[in-house]
């Protein structure tokens, strides 16, 4: 049987780490990579600290991830060190991407190669064997590698241009790899979430296929009701659709057992 291709993901940021700044990209790629059929293995915040950075990286190398996703460390700063590491890691030099640096120096008016600026050229330097495709709304490009079988891609930090190159260059690659499709329903039951924790095991038991989870979070305090998230994948849109609606029927049939309100709606 063929192995599931699997994503992860490296937010990178010392100010992530203290709470200084929330991690909204991670949030949202998540919810990206879902809707494209993606399978998101696992998310993971770093601090800028070398060594640290380092061995982050090669494990999911050496964990054979398919794609590697960061997002980070691309800027001018000393604490921007995410293509010196990749450049470590794949043993080459990082080295000025001409093409980019012109496009800095176009975009600013000028001329002569001695008049970019060190944040340019640092922010235009790149591992030597890199793929680079330029930010649309912004700076620092986005960069890919290859190392054995994980194909490796650096974005900024920035949500605006993070989106702006996930949307460009990455989704399609994803929607490339993966030919599975996913389905969405939210649902609502008025149960405790030790009440129906037990009966979304169940269900995810008899239909492997679909994901379930109570969010306690989401019930207001006004209202008795909690929302369910049903997430099914399949091997085409209609194929998740039915396991969708069979895995909501199954759960309906459950919590109607129990003598509690299952609905389609919120109350």
């Known amino acids: 049987m063929e192995r599931t291709p699997v994503i992860e ?6 100010e992530l780490i203290l709470g200084q700044i929330q991690d ?14 993606g399978q998101l293995r696992r998310v993971t915040m770093l601090r800028d600290e070398f060594d640290e950075m380092l061995e982050a990286i090669e494990d999911a190398i050496h964990r054979k991830t398919d794609l590697i996703l960061t997002t980070g460390g ?14 470590k890691i794949l043993g080459v030099q990082p080295v000025v991407h001409e093409e980019t640096l012109a496009s800095f120096m176009e975009r600013r008016g000028l001329t002569e190669r001695d008049d970019a600026t060190d944040a340019m050229v640092n922010m235009a330097t790149v591992p030597e064997t890199a793929e680079v ?22 974005m900024p930090g920035p949500p605006r241009e993070m989106k702006s190159i996930f949307e460009s260059y990455i989704a399609p690659l994803i929607a490339e ?5 996913i389905a969405t329903l939210r649902v609502y039951v008025n149960m405790f979430e030790a ?27 006004d209202n008795q009701y909690m929302p369910v998230d049903l997430v099914s994948t399949g091997s085409d849109e209609d194929n998740a659709q039915s396991q969708l609606q069979a895995a909501a029927e199954s759960l309906r049939v459950l919590v109607t057992e129990k003598e509690k309100v299952f609905s389609l709606e919120d109350h």
């Not at 990209?25 to 494209?36: E, G, K, S, T, Y």
């Not at 790899?177 to 499709?181: D, E, P, V």
């Not at 129906?196 to 207001?220: D, F, I």
């Open 9 to 14: 993901l490296f937010s990178i940021g010392t």
């Open 133 to 154: 495709f330029q930010n649309p709304v912004g700076w620092a490009p986005c960069v890919r590698v290859t190392k054995d079988s994980s194909s490796i891609l650096l």
């Open 195 to 221: 009440e129906v924790s037990p009966l979304l095991q169940q269900v995810m038991g008899e239909h492997p296929n679909v994901y379930l989870k109570a969010y306690v979070a989401l019930r207001r305090d």
């Open 177 to 181: 790899r993966y030919s599975a499709k």
């Open 24 to 37: 909204t990209n991670a949030h949202w790629i998540a919810q990206q990579i879902l809707q494209l059929g």
């Open 74 to 87: 691309l800027g001018p700063t000393p604490d921007d060190m995410t293509v010196q590491i990749i450049a």
